[in-house]
């Protein structure tokens, strides 16, 4: 098995660099977009994404925390309901904040339609992580979990000796 620790030192600085580079590149696309249809169609687009991103949070966020709670109560396991409820929240942070990459990646994943190819995306991602970092997830049951003896109650018969005593209390 790999040391997972290895990957995972490499995980803050990567996320560092990646944090500043987006934000560049949303200065450089705010820059262009400002010099070429003006700076106040520019701030109206922005506080109009920013509006759209809000309600779009309050609504879907609605559905998909409805949905979870569904599941919970049907019983089932909800891991597609809580990747929606994560995407949702994720989408509409990056709506509200100001830029169009992140404007861009927002609506992908809180519009219903284009929200499960970013589920499918993000399902790929922690599977290759998963096996990356060595963990073998066949020996998990969603039923019983990793730690669970799968087993049935018998109920005991009755004794064979008709004159003996039922046995009763704790048995030593």
Do not use: C
Not at 13 to 19: D, E, L, S
Not at 62 to 75: D, F, I, N, P, T
């Amino acid at each position: 098995m790999r040391n997972p620790q290895g990957a995972y030192r490499l995980l803050l600085p990567a996320m560092v660099i990646a944090f500043i580079l987006v934000s560049v590149a949303e200065v450089w696309l705010l820059t262009i977009v400002g010099g070429w249809i003006g700076i106040p169609w520019t701030l109206a687009i922005l506080i109009g994404e920013a509006l759209i991103g809000s309600w779009l949070l309050r609504n879907e966020g609605r559905k998909s925390w409805s949905a979870l709670v569904q599941a919970y109560e049907a019983g089932r396991v909800p891991t597609g309901q809580l990747a929606d409820a994560a995407l949702v929240l994720a989408g509409g942070i990056m709506l509200i904040l100001p830029g169009f990459f992140t404007d861009v990646i927002g609506l992908v994943f809180l519009l219903p339609f284009t929200r499960p190819l970013a589920r499918r995306a993000l399902g790929w991602v922690v599977a290759r992580s998963v096996a990356r970092a060595g963990i073998d997830v066949r020996r998990f049951n969603a039923r019983t979990g990793p730690n669970v003896v799968p087993g049935e109650v018998v109920e005991p018969t009755k004794q064979s000796d008709p004159g003996s005593e039922p046995i009763s209390g704790e048995i030593e």
